[in-house]
């Protein structure tokens, strides 16, 4: 079974460029890796999903090796407004389990 | 069109009564998920409902906890005799389950307190 794990926290200044990295050793073949952004009093925004190599959008990219055991989620250019916490998160395809991580708290200084 | 709406937005119950959570989901969206989200943790998983598929009530963390959804509309989730520990958030999520994206869409959550 998929676990996934990433750091608890993180900090950085505007106008870096941030990457959050969550391994999921037991990844299978089919399962595909989604982040979410949580800000205070909200529920997770759906940012990114991924099968494997890179994706962008206009708000990030993700970038999964060929082992598919890790996936970073970068975010290019972050402002204050990126302070959130990043949720990553494995799909099981055969069954739609869902695999959470943690959360990574990202803080974002001037 | 509107987005997953979710009542009430507080609640603040006596321990041992029960209580009804609502969650309207995006029309057309297959599939429903609630979580509970104490302070300052992360997501945990209770149910998923599919169509008209038995739900996966594996994260459900007692018998005290239940979920009904009719068809794919509305889905209701009950406490039963309310302990100070299911004091959380609980969030509600649909999405469409096409095999091209597994994008959730939230809800803005209701926030319960158990006194």
């Known amino acids: 079974l998929a676990k996934t794990t990433q750091p608890i926290s993180m900090d950085s200044y505007e106008g870096q460029e941030v990457n959050i990295t969550c391994s999921h050793n037991n990844i299978a073949t089919n399962d595909y890796i989604t982040w979410y952004q949580q800000f205070p009093s909200q529920g997770p925004r759906f940012i990114i999903q991924?099968?494997?190599?890179?994706v962008t959008n206009e708000v990030a990219s993700l970038f999964i090796p060929a082992d598919r055991k890790s996936s970073t989620l970068s975010l290019p250019r972050v402002s204050l407004s990126d302070t959130a916490v990043y949720y990553c998160?494995?799909?099981?395809?055969?069954?739609?389990?869902?695999?959470w991580g943690a959360g990574t708290k990202l803080i974002i200084k001037p | 069109g509107a987005g997953v709406s979710q009542s009430p937005s507080n609640k603040v119950t006596e321990k041992g009564k029960d209580v009804e959570l609502r969650c309207d989901p995006i029309s057309g969206h297959t599939a429903l998920y609630w979580y509970r989200q104490r302070l300052g943790q992360g997501l945990e998983f209770l149910i998923y409902?599919?169509?008209?598929?038995?739900?996966?009530k594996s994260g459900l963390p007692s018998d005290r906890f239940s979920a009904e959804r009719t068809g794919e509309s509305v889905s209701t989730l009950t406490i039963q005799r309310t302990q100070q520990e299911d004091s959380a958030v609980y969030l509600c999520?649909?999405?469409?389950?096409?095999?091209?994206?597994?994008?959730?869409?939230f809800g803005p959550g209701t926030r319960l307190t158990v006194t």
């Open positions: 999520a649909s999405s469409l389950v096409t095999g091209a994206t597994y994008e959730q869409y």
């Open positions: 998160l494995v799909v099981m395809d055969s069954n739609y389990q869902l695999i």
């Open positions: 991924g099968y494997k190599t890179k």
């Open positions: 409902f599919q169509g008209n598929s038995a739900p996966d």
